[in-house]
């Protein structure tokens, strides 16, 4: 029997850079080692677009804030494809 990593109450909910498994608390799109590495700019268009309580559902999740998410995503992607090692 394989035991779970996480107890079975909280639902794990990982950084949504690609290929990155850390956990992080459900209000953060991303582990702090990679929000880092999402330009300024991006930076401020993710915060200035979350609604509070959009992580639990009692906040809609903008089309704005969607965007603002897949771009900051596939800025570290691009950050990362480009320095390897
Ligand atoms: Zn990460």
Same mark, same amino acid.
């Given at each position: 029997?394989?035991?779970? *990593?996480?107890? =079975? =109450? %909280?639902?794990?909910?990982t950084c949504h850079a690609r290929g990155c498994t ?6 953060? &799109? ?6 880092? *590495? ?8 993710? &915060? +200035? ?8 559902? %009692? ?6 804030? *969607?965007?603002? =998410?897949? +771009?900051?995503?596939?800025?570290? =992607?691009?950050?990362?494809?480009? +320095?390897?090692?």
């Amino acid at each position: 029997m394989i035991a779970p *990593r996480f107890p =079975a =109450a %909280r639902v794990e909910h990982t950084c949504h850079a690609r290929g990155c498994t850390t956990p992080v608390a459900r209000c953060m &799109l991303m582990c702090p080692r990679h929000w880092r *590495r999402v330009p300024a700019p991006l930076r401020a268009r993710v &915060l +200035a677009t979350y609604q509070p309580g959009q992580e639990a559902g %009692r906040a809609p999740v903008t089309a704005a804030w *969607r965007e603002a =998410a897949a +771009a900051a995503i596939e800025a570290v =992607a691009a950050v990362e494809g480009g +320095a390897r090692g």
